[in-house]
Each structure stands twice: as structure tokens, then as C-alpha cells.
T-cell receptor
């Protein structure tokens, strides 16, 4: 059983909608990540939070807005998305001071933008 | 910029065949190396990792990988695959920062 949960698992939204993805980790980690997984592409790192502070924003369009209210929760707020934003969005967590340690991933949210 | 290359995008093997999946990275400094596996319908999970010591590392389910620094490689191997190894395999590199760089993945299909 994964220690990282994500909701919803599937989301279909129109280009004018606003929705949020939620991630929660139960592992006591202090770094959390959002990735975009598209077919035939490497996982794309979107955002990184360490100790609730954003430390990486990998040139992501402003229609994606992250929020990390505490070390266990991470949100990705979505608005006015484009069809090319359809993908699997993965959340991960790790220990921020131990990069030799692996990341733990959630099951992902399959997003379809119509 | 750092990058990870996985040369085999799709691999099809029969059960009991040997497996080797290639992974090369571009970074000259100290690296931490990972192989993740994603079984159908499941989340990404760690297969094995290397960060120091013996360059031959063993992971779960009989997998192993060898870090060859001179070749910037971290190839994944398994002597005899099973149908249950059907999955997508991702190589990843971390150079001691928040940036874990992933390859494009290799889809393995094992025929029973």
C-alpha cells in the first residue's frame, strides 16, 4: 500500500473550469513534488516543496498553481487548462535532506481536458 | 543540462529469457541512481538504487543493476524474467538536489 494518496484518481474538465488535485503523504517526509507524465516523454518535474517552501518551479504555465499548506499535503490548482495538459499527474514525497533516498509516488490523477 | 537516456522503448521477451535494459545519464559529478517500475494500473515503485559502495546493486524480485562510472551507465538486469515482470521501467538520476531526472521509460512485455 502506498504511503502517498492522490484524489481524485480521474478528472475530466473543460477548458474554462477550475479544479484542484490533492496529494497527501503519510510517511513523515518533508519534501513533496508534482510531476506530469505524458506518453513517450520523461516524467516532467513541475514543482517541488521542501519544508512547505517552494524550491523549484520548472517553467510551468501559470494555469497550474501549487499550494503546500503543511508537509503532509500538497495541492495543484488548475484553471483555464488546454487540451495538451491532459496527462497523468503524479505526486511524490521524499526526505529533503537525503537525496540518495528514493521518492515515493502516489497513484496519480488521470486528467482529461476537453 | 542533465538527462537520462533509455535506449529500449519497447522490449518483448519470452518467460525465462534474460533481460537487460540500458540507462545512460549525462552528468559528470556524484550521482544517485534509481530504477523504478510501474506495473499496469499501479503506482511507480522503487526497484533498486545506488548511491555509494558496491557498484553492483541488487533489488527486489531478482533484479540487479550495475553502475559503470566510466560509461555513465546503470543498466538493469534480470537472469530469467517472468510474466509478472510485464511493466514499464524507469531509470532516474539525482545529483544531490531536488531534481530527480527520469528517462522516458521502457515497456517490457513478457510472453507466457
Amino acid at each position: 500500500e502506498t504511503g502517498v494518496t492522490q484524489t481524485p484518481r480521474h478528472l475530466v474538465m473543460g477548458m474554462t473550469n477550475k479544479k484542484s488535485l490533492k496529494c497527501e503523504q503519510h510517511l513523515g517526509h518533508n519534501a513533496m513534488y508534482w510531476y506530469k507524465q505524458s506518453a513517450k516523454k520523461p516524467l516532467e518535474l513541475m514543482f517541488v516543496y521542501s519544508l512547505e517552501e517552494r524550491v523549484e518551479n520548472n517553467s510551468v504555465p501559470s494555469r497550474f498553481s501549487p499550494e503546500c499548506p503543511n508537509s503532509s499535503h500538497l495541492f495543484l490548482h488548475l484553471h483555464t487548462l488546454q487540451p495538451e495538459d491532459s496527462a497523468l499527474y503524479l505526486c511524490a514525497s521524499s526526505q529533503s535532506d537525503r537525496f540518495s533516498y528514493e521518492q515515493y509516488f502516489g497513484p496519480g490523477t488521470r486528467l482529461t481536458v476537453t | 543540462a542533465q538527462s537520462v537516456s533509455q535506449h529500449n522503448h519497447h522490449v518483448i521477451l519470452s518467460e525465462a529469457a534474460s533481460l537487460e535494459l540500458g540507462c545512460n545519464y549525462s552528468y559528470g559529478g556524484t550521482v544517485n541512481l534509481f530504477w523504478y517500475v510501474q506495473y499496469p494500473g499501479q503506482h511507480l515503485q522503487l526497484l533498486l538504487k545506488y548511491f555509494s559502495g558496491d557498484p553492483l546493486v541488487k533489488g527486489i524480485k531478482g533484479f540487479e543493476a550495475e553502475f559503470i562510472k566510466s560509461k555513465f551507465s546503470f543498466n538493469l538486469r534480470k537472469p530469467s524474467v517472468q510474466w509478472s515482470d510485464t511493466a514499464e521501467y524507469f531509470c532516474a538520476v539525482n545529483s544531490g538536489t531536488y531534481k530527480y531526472i527520469f528517462g522516458t521509460g521502457t515497456r517490457l512485455k513478457v510472453l507466457a
